[in-house]
């Protein structure tokens, strides 16, 4: 495990078991606390990777191999605006309130201890603590669709983890070890990988089912729709991605993907990315549901991860980490703005909704930006991510790929312009009538997002120096 980032596990998991305590007798303590946890953690995240003397060294003092301080960052980014959120939107007489609050830093440190560790076997325990505490999170209301959404994510991802299991036992059986560094050092040799390779295939194929990769998405949409409204931001904004598609992009660098080895299981990752992106975009097109328009959306676009890890090379890697990041910015804010809808007209039923813009200016601005990003329009912080995919694919030889990924990436500006159209711009309906702007702490984590999607579009050449040593360290 990176002993530089332990603290940021630490530090959750203690809150997560003080909040109980704290707030027995003021519930409102479990706000607080939940929030300066995460708060003052960020805040030292950004010192770390953005210090004078780390930007004046290109980045070259970054601990461990940078992509962990990058997705702990992304991590503690959304786990505060959902609770910032959850603050301000959970009912003051909610009984559950702490073990709320305790649930989303225990898969806060659950997550950081997913993208620090350095073997399968932790990372596997880490993954399985976040399904636990996500299951629960998922139930919070304690409504029919929350607990329809949770069963089916328990009994369709409890494969996955079966799979892993047995993918582990070949691993350790052939290896000796299940270290990520016996695995790079094996795929780098001559001896034959048959049996490791299979035991990967295994464990790859049980994440690609917890991130909801098609045709393993089943779950997905009925999750992240049942799910109280802040904790469908945290699962489509950052959970699944850690919980999947990371090990994804860690398997394809260990099994060498760039060399050309495991060619079969790279060939297998980028067809399933493809074929999420279509599915996913295609299926979005026929939503009436706000949140389960955005949950197929997500399924989209976790296939351009897929793909770039598919791929393997250093400029589709840079492309899947940072299209990672940003997915976790615009889906966070889409999320959060469909939970203000909700608040606020009382529906999510797209068909019922329109002309929200006019009572709901602040929630329909973030949302366009949020949009945007997602559909790959410049400047925004996603144009650049998709446009160093489709330049990894062109420049690989794989022309058929880039341009189908080109032009799912306009079919997403299309779904995303009919759910603008119908639910704020379109004409005004009864439910736009009595539909107020959401109060300022509630739109606050959305505009912060939003503002961050613009800054890293606009400052993208300093943040790709950044993406750039990442990728020189995780390939070695």
Not at 128 to 142: G, R
Not at 168 to 180: E, K, Q, V
Not at 183 to 193: G, K, N
């Amino acid at each position: 495990m990176d002993k530089a980032l332990l603290a940021f596990l630490i530090i959750p998991l203690f809150a997560a078991v003080l909040i109980p305590f704290a707030a027995r007798y003021r519930p409102r303590m479990a706000d607080i606390l939940a929030n300066v946890t995460l708060l003052a953690g960020l805040a030292n995240l950004a010192w770390l990777a953005l210090s004078p003397s780390m930007i004046a060294s290109e980045f070259a003092n970054l601990p461990g191999d940078g992509l962990s301080l990058l997705l702990v960052g992304a991590i503690y980014l959304v786990g505060l605006c959902v609770t910032f959120f959850s603050a301000w939107f959970l009912d003051e007489n909610l009984p559950n309130r702490p073990a709320y609050y305790s649930l989303l830093l225990v898969s806060v440190a659950a997550m950081t201890g997913v993208v620090t560790s350095t073997d399968f076997f932790t990372l596997y325990v880490f993954v399985e603590v976040l399904a636990v505490t996500s299951f629960a999170l998922i139930t919070t209301d304690e409504s029919f669709a929350g607990v329809e959404g949770a069963l089916k994510y328990f009994f369709l991802t409890f494969p996955a983890s079966a799979l892993i299991i047995v993918g582990l036992a070949i691993l350790m059986l052939t290896l000796g070890s299940l270290s990520y560094e016996n695995l790079r050092i094996f795929m780098s040799s001559d001896i034959p990988a048959g049996p490791v390779t299979f035991g990967a295939a295994l464990i790859m194929l049980g994440f690609i089912i917890k991130s909801g990769v098609v045709p393993f998405h089943a779950w997905t949409p009925d999750a992240y729709q049942g799910a109280y409204a802040p904790v469908s931001a945290h699962l489509a904004g950052i959970v699944t991605k850690i919980s999947g598609v990371y090990a994804l992009i860690k398997m394809a660098t260990l099994l060498r993907f760039f060399d050309g080895r495991a060619q079969a299981l790279s060939e297998m990752l980028m067809f399933l990315g493809l074929l999420s992106i279509a599915v996913g975009a295609i299926a979005a097109l026929r939503q009436k549901d706000f949140k389960r328009m955005l949950a197929f959306s997500s399924i989209s676009q976790v296939g351009y991860i897929v793909l770039a890890a598919g791929l393997g090379t250093p400029l589709a890697l840079i492309g899947a980490v940072f299209h990672l990041f940003n997915h976790a910015t615009f889906k966070t804010v889409l999320f959060l703005n469909s939970a203000s809808v909700e608040r606020s007209a009382g529906t999510t039923d797209m068909d019922k909704l329109g002309g929200l813009e006019h009572s709901m200016p602040w929630t329909s601005w973030t949302s366009v930006v949020a949009l945007l990003s997602t559909a790959g329009v410049p400047p925004l912080s996603g144009f650049w991510s998709k446009l160093l995919i489709i330049l990894a694919l062109w420049e690989s030889g794989l022309r058929t790929y880039a341009v189908l990924a080109l032009l799912f990436s306009i079919v997403t500006l299309a779904y995303f312009m009919v759910m603008q159209r119908k639910v704020f711009f379109g004409k005004k309906t009864a439910a736009a009538e009595s539909s107020p702007e959401v109060s300022a702490p509630l739109l606050a984590p959305a505009i912060v997002m939003c503002g961050l999607i613009v800054a890293l579009g606009l400052l993208f050449p300093y943040f790709y120096t950044y993406l750039k040593v990442v990728a020189e360290r995780i390939i070695i």
